[in-house]
Structure formats: structure tokens, C-alpha cells
């Protein structure tokens, strides 16, 4: 992010002395990317922020995947992961610790979760994340501040912010979790090239909300559990986690300035772009990470030209698989395959995919499509986790041609 931001108490130049009301000087930290050489922030603790008296193992929920072999397109039903284990589970489960991964790959990990309980403090020093609201209010404490967060908000959270979730209370909290092994940015074609959202991005800097003021909260051996790079086994990528244990809060910023901080960024502010003939996805996208890139299908008026086809051409995605997360409205281009909001679709490189046959014809005259979708493509192949194999509906390759194997009459006929 190049969107400066100042916050709170900061001395009028950098790297000076900076006293608190007792004389004492505050502690002064860069938190910046890429060695030095790209977007940071400087933020003033009253306590020593490296100050741990204690690190010991985190176990981290079960990260394994397999391949998707034999190659398969596959609908994976979200909402039953956490509606399986009764309906108040969701009560006592967070959104760092109670999240299920569904599919991963050694670039990005997509999990779901349902949350009720305040995380633990936690921060992800892989990459960044970008967490999707699928419903719910919350608010994300971070070093930096508060973010008030609600329904349809993409919160960014850089490496290593420390951060908790607070949900509030009476409601679930549904979230859908994309964490990179890199950065998540707005596409660079969307940016000048000294940082500024250009006239033709969907969206611009008003549209981003950053901390508003700082927490300034004060104790003593406070927990905070780190996901970080390590030795463990390739299937998990080499995830692992520890728990520190740090002597000082670390919500204990006064201010801060920079470039680098945690933000939100809600569906509804994206402005989608249409045509007289189908847009291909590169108009839907929001942001992008290396080796993946964040798209929305958002509600929108829909192709215009008298002959039009307005649901998607199939296509041959030759570079990518597609993880589309159906979140609200009705789907068009899948209808009468059980897809429905709490659905995710994987169409894997390596094979053709597109609307169901019926919904071609249905779509034609249409002029407004009332469906909101977050896709995320990836460009390596994606692996499913536990949580994807638990809800996969394990007929959804077969809603093209009608059946199956040892199928011989339209059992999956969708007409
Ligand atoms: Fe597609």
C-alpha cells in the first residue's frame, strides 16, 4: 500500500527522541517489507516490543492436503463443516484457531470458519491474509488499531500484524480465509506507478479503511500465538507455530505513520465493469498475491449487445484453478447443480469448464445478474485439506453430461 497513513502520537522526525509524560522514551519499531526496500511503518510502544518471557510449541490445526487425483471439478458445501457439528457450535470456536482448511497449495490456503469466541492474539509471519466476511460483525484489534469490520469486508492483514478477532456477540461469524505465502495488493495495472489508484480501478483510497485510533491497552505476559516458516513435513509446507509470551501488551502502540497497515475493503464498494459482450474475470479483481489473484462477481447490470450471451463462454483456463465461493444471490451460470450460497466450485487447470447446458439458453435476455461471488484462481495446482474433503458433494463432475460412472440414465440430469 502506498495510501500514507498517520495515526495517533508520532514525533515530527523519524528516528528521534520521543518521550512519554514520565520522560521516559518510547520504543520505536519499523515494520517494513522486503528488507528495507518497500512499503513500512513506524510505530512508537510504550513497552519493548521484542521483550518474550516465554515461547513454546503452538500445534496448528491439520494443514495436510492431497492431490486432487483423479482430476476432478468439485463442489465442496462450506456450511456443513461447522452446521455438522450442531448448531450452536460455532458458540465456542474463533476465527484464527477454528478455521478448516479446504484447499491449499504452496503459494495460498483457503480455509472456512464459524466463529463466536474472541482469537487468541495471533499473527501470520508466512504472508499476508485476506479474510472475507461472509457474514457477521466483528472487530480486528491489531497493533496498529482497531478495524471495525462487518458483512461483505475483505480485511487485509499484513505479515506478522499482530491481531485478534473479536466477533460480536449474539451472531456467527462467518469468515473465509485466504493466506498467502507473499503479499496481498490491489493488481498493479489498477496503480500509477508511484502508487495511486488510476481512474479505470474499480475502486480507489476512499473506498480502503484503515485503524481508526490507537488501543493503547496495558498488561503484563500476554499470549500471542505466531504461524511462521519452519522444518516440518512437506505436506504441511513447513508451517508450524509457537506461542509467545510477551511481557508487555503488544496493543500498546501510541501512533504510528506509513504505508504498511492493516485494512478493509468492503464487496459493495467495487464498482463492477460491464460490456456489450462478456467481460472476461480480469475486470472482477480485487487484489492479487504471488501465484494467485482475488476476483468478485458482484450484482451487476449484465452484457447489452441485442445478441449477447450473458452467462461465461466454457473455457480452457490452461495457467490456473478456480475456487469460486458463492456468496449471496442466485448463481446463474450454475444453476441445478446444488451450487448454492455457502458453495465453493474448484475448476482445476487441465480441463474445460462452463455454465451448465440449461443455463445458457436462461441466461439469454437476462439484464441484470443478482450474485455475488469471490473467486480466487491460483497458479499452481490446489490440493484439498481436510475440510474440503469433508464436504465435497462427490457427484458436481458429473451435472455437465447428466451421469456418471456405471450411470446410464440422467441421474444427474440438471435438463
Ligand atoms: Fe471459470
Not at 460483525?137 to 485478534?164: C, K, M, S, W
Not at 480441463?351 to 455475488?372: T, W
Request: glycine residues 10%; charged residues 20%; aromatic residues 10%.
Amino acid at each position: 500500500m502506498a495510501h500514507y497513513q498517520r495515526l495517533g502520537d508520532v514525533p515530527p522526525k523519524r528516528h528521534t527522541q520521543f518521550r512519554k509524560p514520565d520522560d521516559e522514551l518510547h520504543y520505536e519499531e519499523l515494520m517494513g517489507e522486503e528488507g528495507f526496500s518497500s512499503d513500512s511503518s513506524l510505530l512508537y510502544h510504550r513497552g519493548v516490543p521484542s521483550a518474550i518471557v516465554d515461547s513454546q510449541v503452538w500445534e496448528l490445526p491439520d494443514l495436510s492436503t492431497r492431490a486432487n487425483h483423479p482430476l476432478k471439478p468439485l463442489h465442496l458445501r462450506l456450511h456443513g463443516l461447522f452446521e455438522d457439528a450442531g448448531e450452536m457450535a460455532w458458540k465456542s470456536l474463533d476465527a484464527v484457531t477454528g478455521r478448516r482448511l479446504v484447499l491449499g497449495n504452496a503459494d495460498v490456503r483457503i480455509s472456512y470458519a464459524v466463529a463466536g469466541e474472541p482469537s487468541p492474539f495471533y499473527r501470520n509471519a508466512i504472508g499476508d491474509e485476506c479474510v472475507y466476511v461472509e457474514g457477521g460483525n466483528a472487530t480486528v484489534e491489531t497493533v496498529f488499531g482497531a478495524l471495525q469490520v462487518r458483512t461483505g469486508d475483505y480485511v487485509v492483514i499484513p505479515r506478522a500484524t499482530t491481531h485478534r478477532w473479536v466477533p460480536e456477540s449474539g451472531s456467527p461469524l462467518r469468515v473465509y480465509a485466504v493466506e498467502a505465502n507473499s503479499h496481498i495488493t490491489p493488481p498493479k495495472r489498477y496503480l500509477s506507478r508511484f502508487g495511486q489508484f488510476l481512474e479505470h480501478s474499480p475502486y480507489c483510497e476512499r473506498d480502503l479503511h484503515g485503524p481508526v485510533e490507537p488501543l493503547l491497552c496495558e498488561g503484563e505476559d500476554v499470549e500471542v500465538l505466531i504461524k511462521h516458516r519452519g522444518s516440518g513435513s512437506l505436506a504441511q509446507q513447513g508451517i508450524v507455530g509457537t506461542r509467545m509470551t510477551y511481557a508487555t501488551h503488544p496493543f500498546d502502540v501510541v501512533g504510528w505513520d506509513g504505508c504498511l497497515y492493516p485494512y478493509t475493503f468492503n464487496v459493495e464498494d467495487f464498482e463492477p465493469i460491464t460490456g456489450r459482450v462478456h467481460q472476461p474475470p480480469p475486470v472482477h479483481q480485487v487484489f492479487e498475491g504471488y501465484n494467485f489473484v482475488i476476483c468478485n462477481f458482484c450484482p451487476r447490470k449484465v452484457d447489452y449487445h441485442p445478441l449477447a450471451v450473458p452467462v461465461p463462454y466454457y473455457h480452457s483456463n490452461v495457467d490456473s484453478d478456480e475456487v469460486m465461493f458463492y456468496v449471496a444471490g442466485d448463481y446463474e451460470a450454475r444453476k441445478g447443480t446444488g451450487i448454492n450460497v455457502g458453495s465453493i466450485s474448484l475448476h482445476p487447470g487441465g480441463y474445460a469448464h462452463g455454465p451448465q447446458p440449461s443455463a445458457i439458453e436462461g441466461s439469454l435476455g437476462a439484464e441484470f445478474f443478482d450474485e455475488l461471488a469471490v473467486m480466487v484462481d491460483t497458479f499452481r495446482p490446489l490440493e484439498i485439506g481436510e475440510g474440503g474433503d469433508a464436504v465435497d458433494d462427490g457427484v458436481y463432475a458429473w451435472t455437465w453430461a447428466g451421469r456418471g460412472p456405471g450411470e446410464d440414465s440422467g441421474r444427474y440430469s440438471i435438463g
